[in-house]
């Protein structure tokens, strides 16, 4: 069936135009003012007020299957997307067992065929089993549709196996990204390093924990002349390494998540430590939360991703010493990261960059990342002044573990379309 979006303005990673967007099947065959409706066999989505992005993409969302479907599964996790306005996501191999092979990866990537409400790419483990030991068969994982590989979670502890993972990589034309956590720095910490875990006896978790591997990790990218993805980074000192490396040209990429430019140590205090604050890595000071809105405004930062983490109500409830790290996020990235773009009066064009353009270039995904002609129909239709607030019941994800609930925010996904059908659309 063909589609016509009315009278939206689109959002591009470079512009914004008044355009109305025809689709036939899965693409997008035109976009521009005024469009004659061609046949009456055509659905028409009014979108007069609303903004149109290209489907966002995430780098970095756990699915927790197989193994934890009572945390989420692919078709939660893919309803959840789509509510967020994600049309592609990837999900990270830290599974039960992990996504270490052909089979498990295949089994991943054909249930999501299956489901069909947006698109989900595995990500491949790096060392058999997460272990750090012996590398994965990377030729096998990539048949199987994998495009990345990461042991997120964890680092590849062993310098000598990294440096062959990102041989290997590199010859199958495959991203590593790496988890940055030295752990025997990190130990038992469960919060940031820093005056508050001085004064309460907490156990600490340094920066250091993740510039350290950052470091580790641009070195041994710059020396192979490979491609390096980080993870969620979150500390002024990773970044300053980063900026450097790109300065010099090592082919490096990052992301950080929406809890890393909206929150911080202080709001674990604030909240008398809820457990629902307690991520990996762990939420930084206020001069890190200044310095990721930084980079994210000159680029050092990539790309915004959510490290999506669901885990069940028990295994986040109680002390803050015992709860899981993470916290869901699918369902809020767009709508904290246009609270961030406004606070700092920035240009819509940065959500369009950083949700999608980028990781459809770090991912070398095509036809993805921008509203066009000849691209694939996945659009997020939005609503930027409508408000809304996340509860238990309306949250599509199986597990509400997020510090957002009961929260007013601003930014409503109306539609997503996935390959020109409409895979979401918002309660009025
Ligand atoms: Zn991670």
Aim: charged share 25%; net charge neutral.
């Amino acid at each position: 069936m063909n589609l016509l979006v009315k009278g939206a303005k689109v959002v591009n990673s470079q512009s914004i135009t008044r355009a109305d967007i025809l689709v036939e099947k899965d693409t997008i065959v035109e976009v521009k003012p005024g469009i004659k409706i061609p046949s009456d066999k055509v659905k028409i989505i009014s979108a007069e007020g609303k903004y149109v992005f290209p489907g966002f993409i995430d780098l970095h969302t756990h699915l927790r299957v197989p193994g934890r479907p009572d945390k989420e599964d692919l078709l939660t996790g893919a309803k959840a997307a789509a509510k967020g306005g994600f049309t592609t996501i990837m999900c990270m191999p830290n599974t039960q067992p992990a996504i270490d092979d052909y089979e498990v990866a295949a089994w991943v990537r054909n249930k999501a065929e299956e489901i069909g409400i947006v698109d989900i790419i595995p990500i491949g483990a790096i060392t058999k089993g997460r272990q750090g030991k012996s590398l994965t068969e990377f030729g096998r994982l990539k048949e199987a549709g994998c495009l990345a590989l990461s042991d997120d979670g964890d680092s590849v502890e062993n310098s000598y196996i990294l440096r062959r993972a990102f041989e290997y990589a590199k010859m199958f034309g495959l991203l590593i990204i790496s988890h940055c956590q030295d752990k025997e720095l990190s130990g038992q910490g469960i919060i940031r390093e820093s005056f508050v875990t001085a004064q309460m006896g907490f156990p600490e978790w340094p920066a250091l924990a993740e510039s350290l591997i950052v470091s580790r990790d641009v070195e041994i990218a710059r020396y192979l002349g490979a491609r390096l993805h980080l993870a969620h980074v979150s500390t002024k000192r990773s970044l300053e390494i980063i900026r450097q490396a790109k300065k010099e040209g090592v082919s490096v990429t990052c992301e950080t998540c929406p809890h890393y430019f909206s929150l911080s140590l202080q709001d674990i205090v604030n909240s008398g430590f809820n457990p629902y604050y307690k991520v990996n890595p762990p939420l930084g000071t206020e001069e890190d939360l200044k310095a990721v809105r930084k980079a994210l405004k000159e680029g050092v930062i990539d790309c915004v991703a959510t490290d999506h983490a669901p885990h069940t109500y028990l295994d986040k409830e109680g002390d803050f010493y015992d709860a899981e790290f993470g916290m869901i996020g699918l369902e809020f990235a767009f709508s904290l990261f246009l609270k961030m773009v406004r606070e700092e009066e920035l240009g819509l064009e940065i959500i369009a960059e950083k949700m999608s353009s980028a990781p459809a270039r770090i991912l070398s995904l095509e036809k993805r990342g921008s509203v066009q002609k000849g691209y694939y129909a996945d659009l997020a239709i939005v609503d930027l002044e409508k408000q809304w607030q996340a509860n238990p019941e309306n949250i599509f994800s199986k597990s509400k573990n997020t510090p957002f609930l009961y929260k007013k925010l601003k930014g409503v996904v109306e539609y997503t379309l996935f390959r020109g059908k409409i895979v979401h659309r918002a309660q009025s």
